[in-house]
């Protein structure tokens, strides 16, 4: 699907979380609005694909709207969003929750960049980057430096052993390039989580886990029957992805599958296996 871009500035871009985001972290911040992965695996069962005020009508995937004054904006708010955050707790910023810092877009706009830059100056407690996307690791210099001023966490989504999926669109990034990049940041001195979310059928997955132990510092398990955010998975049944992923195995749309993989990954990096949001929320790594 060809996506649209168009650039269009905002009044404002730091969003305080509502929800089960905010388990997470006190603010999200979006670089852009739509996605240019919607079309690729993870944009199947995405979250956020049915948001009509997102989409306005357009197709998941089809549109993206560049933010042209980010960092700007960020720079403009961001003492008075930490005053509010520290009323509460940290100021912390999950960037991003309904797009991805690193589409392919990203090396002529730069938004992302100009807010990791924005950031540099003027820093959050923590910041929280999610993507799918091995372009992450252009950036890593920034995180890096950006990491000696606040907590820097990247969670770099995983969802399978396999880029083909019967019935499901190949991924945004292969395996194989995602896992060069959580080790190409963890070289770096970041610290890297891979988000194997949502889970999805896994070929070999005592192999999986221990991939992932030996590319990352932690893990974490999203199923979507209790990880998206609506009561047994609603939001996602709402998508193909359910009966995709139950024509493929039907065991995975349960949520023992879920429990196997946790056990799985458990005897790979003992302590370092978070679950659905209080994975995310990294309530279970050590400071
Ligand atoms: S990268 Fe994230 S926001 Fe974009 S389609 Fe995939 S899951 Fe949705």
Redesign the pocket.
Known sequence: MAVEVSQTPVRSILTRTSGFLRTVASHSLQPYRG?S??S?L??VG????HNGLLTRGRP??SFLEVRVNAAQRYSERVEAERRWAHRQGLFSIFM?S???PFVPQERKFRITQSLLEAMADAPPDELIVQ??SHLVTEYSDLLVELDSRCAVRVHL?IESDRDKLPGLPPP?STVARRFAAAAALRDAGLRVVITVAPLLPIDEPDAFFARIADHADAVVIDHFIGGDGSTGGARTNRTALPRAMAAIDPASVTIAYRDRMIDLARRHLPGHVGVNIDGFAGRFLSP
Do not use: I, L, M, N
């Open positions: 996605c992965y919607g690729a993870c944009g995405c979250y956020v694909r998941w995937g991003s309904s797009t991805d993507t799918h989504s945004a």
